[in-house]
C-alpha cells in the first residue's frame, strides 16, 4: 500500500512558476514509477508527465519544455517544476504510482495503482 500527499499548488500569474510535491509513504518507493496527471473543470483527466523507476521521464507534448519531472528516493518524493505557466495549466494535478507500468510507459492513468487527493494549481492571464 503506497499513500501519496500532494503539496505546493497555489495561485500564479501567468508566466510564473510552481514546484508541486508528491510525497510517498513507503519503503519501496524508489521500485514505483510515478506520474503526473491534471483534469480541469468539465475535462477529462490528462498526463502531464512521468518518471520510471530508473528515472526515464515522459512529457504531455503540451507542458515538454516547460515542466520538468524529478524523484529523490531518498527523501520518497517526486517532484514537478512548472515554469512558464499558462491560464490552460490551470487544474488540480493528481500524483499517481505504479508498481508496473504497462505498454503507455505511465503515460496512462490506467497503468496507476495508487492516487493521490490532489492539489489545485490556478493561473490567472
Known amino acids: 500500500q503506497v499513500q501519496l500527499v500532494e503539496s505546493g499548488g497555489g495561485l500564479v500569474q501567468a508566466g510564473g512558476s510552481l514546484r508541486l510535491s508528491c510525497a510517498a509513504s513507503?519503503?519501496?518507493?524508489?521500485?514505483?514509477?510515478m506520474g503526473w496527471f491534471r483534469q480541469a473543470p468539465g475535462k477529462e483527466r490528462e498526463f502531464v508527465a512521468a518518471?520510471?523507476?530508473?528515472?526515464?521521464?515522459y512529457y504531455a507534448v503540451s507542458v515538454k519544455d516547460r515542466f520538468t519531472v524529478a524523484r529523490d528516493n531518498a527523501k520518497t518524493t517526486v517532484y514537478l517544476q512548472m515554469n512558464s505557466l499558462k491560464p490552460e495549466d490551470t487544474a488540480i494535478y493528481y500524483c499517481?504510482?505504479?508498481?508496473?507500468?504497462?505498454?503507455?510507459?505511465?503515460?496512462?492513468?490506467?497503468?496507476?495503482?495508487?492516487w493521490g487527493q490532489g492539489t489545485q494549481v490556478t493561473v490567472s492571464s
Open positions: 499517481a504510482a505504479a508498481l508496473r507500468w504497462g505498454i503507455r510507459r505511465g503515460q496512462s492513468e490506467y497503468e496507476y495503482d495508487y
Open positions: 518518471i520510471s523507476a530508473s528515472g526515464s521521464t
Open positions: 513507503g519503503r519501496t518507493f524508489s521500485r514505483y514509477g
